[in-house]
């Protein structure tokens, strides 16, 4: 049974923008954050952005900073990821996730320490 649910990604050119929505309401385990994974063809799952559930910390790749956004919504039952300037090299398939992550940030953290993840919603970028 799925608990998260992400939307929004599609194709774009490069230099536009995409939102990306994962909807955690059904999402019954505990977790302090919630965070964006990337998986492009060929390469390692890798952390985009996360959120502290808590605090409302983020936290982002460097790949991403000042291009991302990520953001909850008052109810903590939605996380969106704003992404703006996009470029070829941010084609992936995206992630929602969740977990309790043990370490001092949700970023970085290993993918380990997310145990709930979305079936993925692909982006495609073009030059």
């Known amino acids: 049974q799925v608990q998260l649910v992400e939307s929004g990604g599609g194709s774009v050119q490069a230099g536009g923008s995409l939102r990306l929505s994962c909807a955690a309401a059904q999402y019954k385990y505990s977790r302090n954050c919630m965070g964006w994974f990337r998986q492009a063809a060929g390469k390692e799952r890798e952390g985009v952005a996360a959120?502290?559930?808590?605090?409302?910390?983020?936290y982002y790749a460097d790949s991403v900073k000042g291009r991302f956004t990520i953001s909850q919504d008052n109810a903590k039952t939605t996380v969106y990821l704003q992404m703006n300037s996009l470029k070829p090299e941010d084609t992936a398939m995206y992630y929602c996730?969740?977990?309790?992550?043990?370490?001092?940030?949700?970023?970085?953290?290993?993918?380990?320490?997310?145990?709930?993840w979305g079936q993925g919603t692909q982006v495609t970028v073009s030059s």
């Open positions: 996730a969740a977990g309790t992550v043990s370490w001092a940030r949700c970023l970085p953290a290993p993918v380990y320490e997310y145990n709930g």
């Open positions: 959120i502290d559930t808590g605090s409302g910390s983020t």
